[in-house]
């Protein structure tokens, strides 16, 4: 079976790996509703509608094609008032992906950034299990990706997004929740934002409009965070070998802007 792998990044002297973890807000609330114009895509880089009814899926903002990634998945789930339908890819390794390419609409540069997703997460998520990256990894490719961690990170659950810059500094930014029952991975429907603010050098995590806090990113002070030719896509696929995703996934939305 194709996975999305992890690999060792490049041993260099300027490759610098951090990793920072803030405390989960207590007060993420129960599945929301959708706000009146949910996929509004004002300035929108590359977006997701979720609205194909079979095969691959593309991007609205620029037509970027992603293709069936291994299992199969149902389309035309409904349930998000206002973000339906979605997609619900299966467990272990249902999803979409697009080969290495260069795609301008997922990278920031040294600037801002927003990435938005609306999904519902059917269970406790398998460790490491990634929801959308744009470093498949398998060259060590510049990038972003955004995953669940549980059972690496027990007794917490968690939610991360590894921002890989091309000179492949990495930062991990972790905010940690409760375990089983945790309201991010509960199965009922839910936003997920990420800030990133270069100016103030952090990112900020938004579940279900409420903010999570804030994690520093100054390792990354004016370092290019691009997708590059050796850049993939991924969505709803793992990133290391032999961990599945263990439990389905539904995207409904997905909007990535080029600032806050």
């Not at 999305?4 to 790996?17: E, G, P, Q, R, W």
């Not at 609205?60 to 992603?66: G, N, S, T």
């Not at 009922?188 to 279900?208: P, Q």
Request: with cysteine; charged share 15%; aromatic share 8%.
């Amino acid at each position: 079976m194709e996975r999305c792998k992890d690999i060792s990044l490049a041993n260099s002297v300027s490759n610098i790996k951090t990793n920072v973890t803030h405390n989960v807000n207590s007060n993420i609330g129960p599945p929301i509703s959708a706000p009146s114009d949910p996929e509004d895509l004002t300035g929108a880089s590359f977006a997701l509608l979720m609205n194909e009814p079979s095969g691959g899926i593309t991007d609205a903002i620029a037509a970027v094609p992603l293709v069936v990634y291994n299992a199969a998945s149902t389309y035309g789930v409904t349930g998000f008032a206002g973000y339906d339908p979605g997609i619900q890819m299966a467990a272990a390794d249902g999803g979409f992906k697009r080969a290495p390419a260069a795609t301008a609409g997922l990278s920031f540069g040294t600037g801002d950034g927003n990435i938005f997703l609306a999904l519902r997460v059917d269970g406790v998520l398998g460790a490491f299990a990634e929801i959308f990256i744009t470093t498949i990894r398998e060259a060590g490719d510049p990038g972003f990706s955004i995953r669940g961690l549980t059972a690496v990170d027990a007794p917490n659950s968690s939610m991360s997004l590894q921002l890989i810059a091309t000179d492949f500094t990495t930062v991990t930014a972790t905010w940690d929740g409760a375990e089983a029952g945790d309201a991010i991975f509960n199965g009922g429907n839910h936003t997920w934002e990420f800030k990133i603010n270069r100016t103030a050098a952090t990112v900020e995590l938004f579940v279900d409009a409420i903010s999570q806090g804030t994690v520093s990113i100054a390792a990354l002070a004016g370092k290019s965070l691009n997708n590059t030719a050796s850049s993939g896509i991924g969505l709803g696929c793992e990133w290391r070998a032999g961990i599945d995703r263990d439990v389905p996934i539904t995207v409904y939305f997905v909007k990535v802007k080029q600032t806050l």
